[in-house]
């Protein structure tokens, strides 16, 4: 089974630049999350969806974030202008059910890393 | 909101057991999962405790105890590539099933 694919794996742009993250969930997940995480610190949630609609968003900041999950499958991430404080890794993440009779697992792709200058 | 607290370091050596606690504070509590992270990768699911009790897979035992808002996470036998970052994570149902993970703790093996 293929795992979460995310692209691009690296990227370096200067402050106040645009940047997007693109991720494919694995095949039939219903639940997709991106987190960002820096250096030293634990995963933050900044937006979570299920399908296609948006379960949460509170820790997103929409007025340079923004992420989009079109048909319910592939998603986008887009950062503009970014901020020396975005440097971090872009985690995306999927897993197959929501609700009370799971565990949910979350499968996480190995993330993109962006650097702002 | 939800915040959790787990030691930002521990040290064991090879062979031993280590203990990594998790204590929690969330309104909407419903389960909690346990993360390994080497460095460089990405997080990968290790145990999830939805009821009280010990959980075992392994090598790794998790623990819950929701009157107490604690966890913990047992590693025993330790190899050196045991070493990595782990992370408690709340899975949250506030609007929304959600899961929220801690800062870590990252355990280093010695030999």
């Known amino acids: 089974e293929a795992g979460v694919a995310q692209s691009p794996r690296y990227k370096i742009i200067e402050k106040r630049q645009s940047v997007a993250f693109w991720c494919n969930p694995i095949s039939g997940h219903a639940t997709l999350y991106w987190y960002q995480q820096i250096l030293g610190q634990g995963p933050k949630l900044l937006i979570q969806?299920?399908?296609?609609?948006?379960?949460?968003d509170s820790q997103l900041p929409k007025d340079r974030f923004s992420a989009e999950r079109l048909k319910g499958v592939d998603s986008t991430l887009k950062i503009q202008p970014a901020k020396l404080e975005d440097s971090a890794v872009y985690l995306c993440?999927?897993?197959?059910?929501?609700?009370?009779?799971?565990?949910?697992?979350?499968?996480f792709g190995e993330g993109s890393w962006l650097t702002v200058v | 909101g939800q915040s959790l607290e787990q030691p930002s370091e521990v040290t064991a050596v090879e062979g031993a057991i280590v203990q990594i606690n998790c204590t929690y504070q969330t309104s909407g509590f419903y389960g909690l999962s346990w993360y390994q992270q080497h460095d460089g990768g990405a997080p990968t699911f290790l145990s999830y405790n939805g009821l009280d009790g010990l959980e075992e897979t392994g090598r790794f035992s998790s623990f819950l105890s929701r009157s107490d808002s604690y966890g913990y996470l047992l590693l025993q036998e330790l190899q050196m590539k045991d070493s990595a970052s782990y992370f408690c994570a709340v899975r949250d149902q506030t609007g929304g099933f959600k899961t929220i993970f801690g800062a870590g703790t990252r355990l280093f093996v010695k030999a």
């Open positions: 969806f299920q399908n296609n609609g948006v379960v949460d």
């Open positions: 993440a999927s897993s197959a059910r929501q609700g009370p009779f799971s565990g949910n697992t979350i499968y």
